[in-house]
């Protein structure tokens, strides 16, 4: 029998069951909760009972004390790629390639997707947000994003069906944005795929649904939400709740005449940046 609701192509067994489990489900989760916790106080016994007492007999309070920013951006730049390897490999094995699909809360698929969704938090987000590196990291899950591109703080891409993003060449993602490849509706778990064209703005706080899509040069205003199986053609701007036409998008800004900095320079200096005292919030 086949699910109510599931979307056009959309496969039965990347859905799991007709229906979840909720108990068996919770028992899982539980098990994986417990698993990391473990494995994150063993980490946290080691730093500071043998790592950080030895690098303090080693090198002294004052000098341990000047170079702690320094050490704990090279301990990050370290432990990044485990963690970004450690995410691809837990996606590659419990999902392998995200396609469109609506699934049971509680089902196969859902609990997969919670699985992938822990492994990819150990991925240190908050430190790359704004720059080139995030980009490489939603590409190495599978995303498809261009050159240029801006993903401003507060988006939040980290609920599963990278493989379903397409993001062109120059385009932006305002702060506190939600692009709605993962969302939850009347008890299943509905993926989409969401496309935000070359040079086209999604503004602050506004939202694309699953199975929409912002054209090349396009402008999604600040708060409005685009509705599932929408698409803002080329060079409009949409506004609103559900979003509809309200004109021209606004020309691109004029760029910069001085020579501007490479975007691997810029995402160095503003990761570095995070580790000086009183620069947490950069």
């Known amino acids: 029998e086949r699910a109510r609701g599931r979307p056009a192509g959309a496969k039965r067994g990347s859905g799991g069951r007709a229906g979840g489990r909720p108990v068996a489900a919770t028992c899982v989760q539980a098990l994986v909760l417990l698993a990391g916790l473990l494995a994150g106080a063993a980490a946290a016994w080691a730093v500071a009972s043998i790592v950080l007492p030895w690098l303090l007999r080693a090198l002294g309070i004052t000098l341990f004390l000047l170079l702690l920013p320094p050490l704990g951006l090279a301990a990050a730049a370290l432990w990044a790629p485990f963690a970004l390897l450690l995410a691809v490999a837990a996606k590659r094995l419990l999902i392998g390639r995200y396609r469109p699909v609506r699934a049971p809360v509680w089902g196969s698929f859902h609990l997969r997707n919670w699985v992938v969704q822990r492994a990819v938090r150990l991925f240190p987000w908050g ?45 932006t993602i305002g702060q506190d944005a939600t692009l709605g490849l993962v969302e939850l509706d009347d008890g299943h778990v509905v993926v989409g795929p969401v496309a935000v064209g070359a040079g086209a703005t999604v503004d602050v706080r506004a939202g694309v649904a699953g199975h929409a899509s912002v054209g090349a040069g396009a402008h999604l205003a600040a708060l409005s939400r685009l509705a599932p199986h929408r698409a803002v053609p080329p060079g409009e701007r949409w506004d609103g709740v559900p979003a509809e036409p309200a004109g ?35």
């Open 127 to 171: 430190l790359v947000r704004g720059t080139v590196f995030l980009n490489a990291a939603l590409r190495a899950l599978g995303a498809r994003v261009g050159a240029r591109v801006h993903v401003h703080r507060g988006v939040d891409l980290l609920g599963g069906g990278w493989d379903l993003l397409d993001i062109g060449n120059d385009a």
């Open 248 to 282: 021209a998008a606004p020309p691109a800004p004029p760029l910069p005449g001085a020579r501007a900095w490479t975007p691997a320079r810029h995402g160095l200096l503003l990761v570095g940046a995070r580790f000086l005292p009183g620069r947490a919030s950069a």
